[in-house]
């Protein structure tokens, strides 16, 4: 039969934390080494359970294990079971919104007398208990070191995008007028009215220019988010997508680098606008709309 291990706070039905009274707790099974009661949903099995190649616990051991573990595990844990795999424990968390403290192995368990170190020449059983535990305690704390870094990486994206959806859309309307006032040249309207058009040429190329330097006041931040989670699970689409911005895969970023930010949008719209003038220029000398 499976027994139950504490963990710090019970579980309600829907699997949140809460405080519980010190009756629902089973005596010997969830007071903690500091004398408080916990509630339990961390499992082991009846026959054993595999942590590795080369180690397997007992229901005892396993029991004994989480019993010291319980004073020092986070209260964002919802339940520990054995992996679908057969190896080691799959560790349940409540959502993480990014902006906790990134999750680590608390000072109180280095305090704690029946964790500390015991050599195995003096004490076989406590060294096997003593290092299985380290070693569940230390894997929890990685796997939602592992979770948080994701969703720290979702809320810097979204204090850095702000207004970015709408300086985004104002640069697409200004590249789409700059786009039809470069096609109209090519047009035979155009030869009877050549300097107003590319009058309206020039016009239409500063308005992208300024609508680029604006979205890239925001993708500046962006950039740097970027970089700052460089090593997160998450792609950088993927993670403004789980952001809300599914668009953004769209967006012209740039690269954000230790402070320094390059391939900017405004630099695109540069090289676009140096292109439409080289052109500009070559027909005017070939036509002879340039002499005189």
């Known amino acids: 039969m499976a027994s ?5 706070t019970p579980l309600d039905e829907s699997e949140l934390p809460h405080p519980a009274p ?34 397997t616990i007992t229901p005892d051991e396993h029991r004994q294990i989480f019993e010291r573990l319980a004073p020092h595990l986070p209260p964002y844990l919802r339940k520990v079971e054995p992996h679908p795999s057969g190896w080691g424990l799959r560790y349940e968390f409540a959502p993480f919104t990014g902006r906790e403290n990134a999750p680590a192995v608390p000072s109180s368990r280095y305090d704690d007398p029946r964790l500390k170190y015991v050599p195995a020449s003096e004490d076989p059983a406590e060294h096997r208990l003593r290092e299985v535990a380290d070693r569940i305690l230390s894997d929890l704390y990685d796997k939602a070191y592992e979770e948080w870094k994701d969703a720290a990486y979702v809320a810097d994206l979204r204090q850095a995008v702000k207004d970015a959806p709408d300086r985004w859309k104002a640069y697409e309307r200004e590249l789409k007028a700059l786009q039809a006032a470069y096609d109209y040249l090519r047009t035979p309207q155009a030869a009877s009215e050549w300097p107003a058009a590319i009058s309206r040429l020039v016009d239409a190329q500063e308005r992208a220019r300024a609508a680029a330097i604006a979205f890239d006041e925001r993708a500046r931040d962006i950039a740097a988010a970027h970089y700052k989670h460089l090593y997160a699970d998450l792609g950088q689409v993927q993670a403004l997508t789980k952001a809300g911005y599914p668009e953004a895969k769209d967006w012209h970023v740039g690269d954000g680098f230790d402070g320094y930010f390059s391939d900017s949008l ?19 000398r070939l036509s002879g709309m340039g002499a005189g």
């Open 4 to 8: 139950t291990i504490p963990l710090r």
């Open 22 to 55: 010190a009756a629902a707790v089973k005596p010997g099974v969830g007071a903690t080494a500091r004398g408080q009661s916990t509630g339990t949903l961390i499992h082991d099995q009846g026959e054993g359970m595999a942590l590795g190649s080369t180690v």
């Open 266 to 284: 405004k630099e695109a719209v540069n090289r676009l606008i140096e292109q439409q003038e080289t052109h500009v220029t070559k027909v005017a």
